[in-house]
């Protein structure tokens, strides 16, 4: 297995356009999780899903962040409008049976001038 | 608040010198705890966590819960234990949902 896959692994757009992240977790994996790193505040939680169903989205900042999960080998994280503090790096990792070992994308790495 | 901290953001030490990594909690459950580590251009990875026991790559971690501490240790570093670190916290909230709270990460670095 290759892993967890995201895409693009960097993007620079300018403020106010939107954004779509992607991320392809381990085949059999049935927890899915999206992180935004930056230097200020850390890795933080934004949204995980359980069997394709958000679980919790109470790390999502704004109205501004929306997730999906269409199917268990497909996720988005889409950001709408962007804004220059979305910047940062925005992790997927995968997992089965919960938080016991999280496996992690290479990240996105995302500048919004 | 329900909270992982590591106090410091860089340690550098040379090859074969004893490195501690400090992590600190607040939790009012029963805390679940974890180190990973991301290398250089590798992806961010577990390391180690406290319910296994284990040494991993030479690395140990007690939980000391009268300290609410978890701080990693190794005798005599190698340079390739260069890497950030991050301690985490497995966190079960009230509504059942169970999340894995970072700390900021911490770099070592580990001289020749």
């Known amino acids: 297995d290759a892993g967890v896959i995201q895409s693009p692994r960097h993007e620079v757009t300018e403020m106010g356009q939107e954004v779509t992240l992607r991320c392809k977790p381990i085949?059999?994996?049935?927890?899915l999780f999206w992180y935004r790193q930056t230097m200020m505040r850390g890795l933080e939680l934004l949204i995980y899903?359980?069997?394709?169903?958000?679980?919790?989205d109470s790390g999502m900042p704004e109205d501004r962040f929306s997730a999906k999960m269409p199917n268990a080998s497909f996720s988005t994280l889409k950001i709408q409008p962007s804004e220059p503090r979305d910047s940062a790096v925005y992790f997927c990792?995968?997992?089965?049976?919960?938080?016991?070992?999280?496996?992690f994308g290479e990240g996105s790495r995302l500048t919004v001038l | 608040a329900q909270r992982v901290t590591q106090p410091e953001k860089l340690l550098s030490v040379f090859k074969g010198a004893p490195v501690e990594l400090k992590c600190n909690y607040s939790y009012s459950g029963s805390p679940e705890l974890f180190w990973y580590v991301q290398y250089s251009r590798q992806r961010l990875q577990l390391l180690l966590r406290h319910i296994s026991r284990e040494s991993i790559k030479g690395f140990t971690a007690d939980l000391n819960k009268g300290e609410t501490s978890f701080h990693l240790k190794k005798p005599f570093a190698q340079e390739e234990d260069s890497a950030m670190y991050y301690c985490a916290l497995r966190r079960i909230t009230q509504g059942g949902s169970e999340k894995l709270v970072f700390g900021k990460g911490m770099k070592l670095t580990v001289n020749p």
């Open positions: 085949s059999g994996h049935d927890y």
């Open positions: 899903f359980n069997n394709n169903v958000p679980i919790d």
């Open positions: 990792a995968s997992s089965m049976g919960g938080t016991v070992e999280l496996f």
